[in-house]
């Protein structure tokens, strides 16, 4: 399976949109990976579900989601393009590079545990300036 080596082409305007669909109740949320025409709602109809994540921790303190790539790649090449959250996940699994999102809340995140480590009072905000 050929991987994609930059994040050109993977955004920009299309008619089909690979995105998470919320699902769950009240704290317990759950999402389906699906493909959908792009100017629609979320919550708008499907024209196929390729897989799922359920953000919520199992007992081994894994996130789970299940995904065919072979759909994934199919609708990729079909000129589909991906939300951020979807491009994040699809990074973090290892289908694409990783997003540049993902660094910059690994690095908050290190941020603000080293900050409460040494009792220094963590800003409320944090902005970070990409040139």
């Known amino acids: 399976m050929p991987r994609i080596q930059s994040w050109k082409g993977i955004y920009g305007v299309a008619k089909k949109s690979i995105r ?14 699906v493909v959908m025409e792009a100017k629609l709602p ?4 499907v024209i196929e579900q390729i897989g799922s994540f359920d953000p919520l921790p199992n007992q081994n303190n894994e996130k789970l989601v299940a995904v065919n790539f072979d759909r994934l790649q199919y609708w990729i090449s079909e000129g ?9 996940l699809f990074g973090l ?8 999102r993902s660094y910059l809340n690994a690095w908050r995140e290190r941020l603000k545990d080293s900050d409460q480590a ?5 800003p409320s905000s944090l902005t970070i300036k990409i040139k």
């Open 20 to 33: 998470l669909q919320q699902h769950g109740c009240t704290n317990r949320p759950f999402f389906h990976i």
């Open 93 to 100: 699994s290892g289908f694409f590079p990783i997003h540049p």
């Open 42 to 45: 979320s919550d708008g109809p």
């Open 118 to 122: 040494f009792g220094k009072p963590v």
């Open 80 to 88: 589909a393009k991906m939300s951020i959250p979807a491009a994040s």
